[in-house]
């Protein structure tokens, strides 16, 4: 069936340094590639996304890519701070069906 | 973005009860509503999709009598364990799309403890 494989699965930065996040999807029908963030005991919530038909797409801190031949995307965080720990999920979604990454625990040092 | 609100956030509740959590859309018309089902450090996995006014559709494996899925409003849909036992406690998650948006919108979140 179709999956989403997110890697890797625990991911410790210093404070100030990248960090990067990489997925790669199945169903070569997905057109929706959200990214969330997920804080204990928390709800996901959505802090980008991309759609098919766009490379690349960066919102201050925060930028994702697409590569659609290769079906891997990926979430790039710059100058990482403390409360950019938690988990991070990728998904590929078309129509309402949406597959979830496993999941990346990024610890972020002070 | 949205506002999806979820309640209650935590529920302690004694083996055979049910349960009933409540996932609201606040902002705008959920035509469509998810209950996902998360275990400790894994990932989202869907139980059911709901639209509003017919019955859910469920993923394999999820047993519907168990889990009970109303979507009787545009802003709100109802997921009721029945006879909840210790292997039901887990985080559930609702998330809602609909209106202007593309993208659903997660809800806080359940967290259950069956005791």
């Known amino acids: 069936g179709e999956n989403v494989e997110q890697h890797p699965s625990t991911l410790s930065v210093q404070e100030g340094d990248s960090a990067v996040i990489k997925c790669t999807y199945s169903?070569?029908?997905?057109?929706?590639f959200p990214w969330y963030k997920q804080e204990l005991g928390k709800g996901p919530q959505l802090i980008i996304d991309?759609?098919?038909?766009?490379g690349e797409k960066k919102d201050q801190r925060i930028a994702v890519t697409l590569n659609k031949t290769a079906k891997h995307f990926s979430l790039h965080i710059t100058e990482t701070q403390p409360e950019d720990s938690a988990v991070y999920f990728c998904?590929?979604?078309?129509?309402?069906?949406?597959?979830f990454g496993a999941g990346t625990r990024l610890f972020v040092k002070a | 973005g949205a506002v999806v609100s979820q309640h209650p956030s935590r529920v302690i509740c004694k083996s055979g009860t049910s349960v009933k959590i409540e996932c609201r859309s606040l902002d705008f018309q959920a035509t469509t509503m998810f209950w996902y089902r998360q275990f400790p450090k894994q990932s989202l996995m869907l139980m059911a999709t709901?639209?509003?006014?017919?019955?859910?559709?469920?993923e394999q494996g999820v047993e519907k009598d168990k889990f009970l899925i109303n979507h009787a409003s545009l802003t709100l849909s109802t997921l009721t364990v029945a006879s909840a036992h210790p292997e039901d406690s887990s985080f559930y998650i609702c998330s809602a799309l609909g209106g202007q948006w593309t993208e659903a919108f997660f809800g806080q979140g359940t967290r259950l403890t069956v005791v």
């Open positions: 709901s639209n509003e006014g017919s019955k859910a559709t469920y």
């Open positions: 169903d070569s029908a997905s057109n929706y």
């Open positions: 991309i759609r098919s038909n766009v």
């Open positions: 998904a590929a979604s078309y129509g309402f069906k949406t597959i």
